[in-house]
């Protein structure tokens, strides 16, 4: 059985840092994308960021670019969430991803068939 369980989430001020984990069980996804999604009250659930699977290529959602990396550890079967410069619009609970069909780090819900069960984050102003 795929498991994702997710780490680190909390409650921060504005301007500062967390850093999520993401570490996966019961198959190895050292190939494949992994990414993170978040969902604020009353929205969808939106992109943030991807990693393919040899972790040389990432892809982020301009809302977070130059604030948010992206990281993984193969060895590990873990992905990271480098959260900087926090702002209170960031407050959202966040989920791991994982595809079993691409290597290439999608950005979209669907390209995803294993989710965790979310972390929530919260930026206080």
């Known amino acids: 059985q795929v498991q994702l369980v997710e780490s680190g989430g909390g409650l921060v001020q504005a301007g500062g840092s967390l850093r999520l984990g993401c570490a996966a069980s019961?198959?190895?996804?050292?190939?494949?994308?992994m990414g993170w999604f978040r969902q604020a009250p009353g929205k969808e659930r939106e992109f943030v960021a991807s990693?393919?699977?040899?972790?040389?290529?990432?892809s982020s959602s301009d809302s977070v670019k130059g604030r948010f990396t992206i990281s993984r550890d193969n060895a590990k079967n873990t992905v990271y969430l480098q959260m900087n410069s926090l702002k209170p619009e960031d407050t959202a609970v966040y989920y791991c991803?994982?595809?079993?069909?691409?290597?290439?780090?999608?950005?979209?819900?669907?390209?995803?068939?294993?989710w965790g069960q979310g972390t929530q984050v919260t930026v206080s102003s």
């Open positions: 990693i393919g699977g040899s972790g040389s290529t990432t």
């Open positions: 991803a994982a595809s079993s069909l691409y290597s290439a780090p999608f950005t979209q819900v669907g390209h995803y068939n294993y």
């Open positions: 019961g198959r190895t996804f050292s190939k494949n994308a």
